[in-house]
């Protein structure tokens, strides 16, 4: 079908009409940001603090999600919407360690009821990320085994369905298993939630949790290892030919199949490792815990810009701190975060759908 292009007076009134909405959410902003600020200024400066703090820490969660969400996406050009879900089974992998090792004596004569989980919480913490890890890798595989693979020439809209049918399967084969009930993360005592180091903010003591420090630096050293794996190492020269055109890529010797095989297989890691810090860091897992996170974790990708690997770390980090600081910036309701993150999305969408750091597009992607 030839390309069609809309008439210029359309494209005009189109720009015209962004360009309005534009400068009047902008004028909205400023005019919020003064009043929160300057004229009625409602928190001090250890309060901003701690927001930021827990965006960070939200963001970071977020990052790996939207990662994951990218590779897919660069590799099949299509949005995984089981991802979220993936992140949960990680979540109950890590859970279920933690159970297990708080069960197993290890006394002591200074504490008789000491547990190997309070022992060695090092141990414990490493046990609970592999086998999180392995399960939502695991998962991942058979997922594009199972309801992606034998729809690899379908309409794009045909692996989609099969994505939503999958997150749906998913959730209720977990609330099924595990129950419906909210489970509490039974933490190393080292890593007690809400525990952590004081720093003096403006007369006020902010704390920097165990468990906020160890969720931004794992993340950290995830997105760091995954970017030199894609950038230098053969299975990421692999897997960007791969993206960049398949039949090639199958010509020039690449298992093009075992490439994607392997793409989901580190996608559901990093989903697995999410889960695993939100569980630790937030406390609750349930069938259900995946869903939220991982659309904003696509709201994160798209707003990176939905292909790109940096993009979705700024992306991610972006959202977190946009979600924890928007409500108090803009003297609205905490409960209205998910408006505010889902707001960015529609307008990302409207003024840049490319994303802040964008993606360059050839002819075989569009």
Excluded: C
């Amino acid at each position: 079908m030839p390309n069609v292009k809309p008439p210029a007076r359309r494209v005009t009134t189109y720009k015209i009409v962004q360009g309005i909405i534009g400068v009047v959410l902008a004028g909205y902003l400023i005019w919020r940001l003064f009043v929160v600020f300057i004229a009625n200024p409602s928190y001090g400066p250890d309060t901003w603090a701690r927001f930021a703090i827990a965006g960070l820490i939200l963001g970071s969660v977020y990052a790996l999600v939207a990662i994951g969400y990218t590779l897919v996406y660069g590799i099949l050009r299509m949005i995984n919407f089981a991802h979220g879900d993936i992140m949960m089974i990680g979540a109950f992998g890590g859970y279920f360690v933690f159970e297990a090792l708080k069960s197993i004596p290890t006394p002591t004569l200074a504490d008789p009821e000491l547990t190997f989980l309070n022992a060695h919480p090092v141990l414990s913490v490493i046990a609970a990320f592999i086998v999180g890890v392995s399960i939502a890798a695991l998962s991942g595989y058979f997922l594009e085994k199972i309801a992606y693979r034998p729809l690899r020439g379908a309409p794009r809209l045909v692996p989609l369905i099969s994505a939503i049918g999958a997150s749906i399967f998913l959730e209720n084969a977990a609330q099924l298993l595990f129950g419906a009930q909210r489970r509490d993360y039974a933490n190393p005592i080292v890593l007690t939630r809400g525990e952590g180091w004081g720093i003096p903010i403006g007369g006020s003591n902010v704390i920097l949790t165990y468990t906020g420090v160890l969720t931004v630096v794992i993340s950290t050293l995830i997105m760091i290892a995954l970017y030199l794996l894609v950038m230098r190492t053969r299975l990421g020269r692999s897997m960007r030919a791969v993206s960049e055109n398949k039949q090639v890529a199958a010509l020039m010797g690449i298992d093009v199949d075992g490439v994607i095989s392997r793409t989901f297989i580190i996608s559901g890691a990093l989903a697995g490792a999410a889960g695993v810090m939100w569980g630790i860091h937030l406390g609750l897992v349930y069938h259900f815990v995946g869903f939220i996170p991982g659309i904003k974790a696509f709201t994160a990708a798209v707003l990176g810009g939905i292909g790109n690997i940096p993009g979705a770390m700024i992306g991610g980090l972006f959202l977190g701190l946009v979600e924890s600081l928007g409500p108090a910036g803009l003297g609205i309701n905490f409960q209205l975060k998910d408006v505010i993150a889902f707001g960015i999305l529609v307008l990302v969408l409207i003024f840049r759908p490319t994303g802040i750091i964008g993606e360059v597009l050839t002819e075989e992607k569009v």
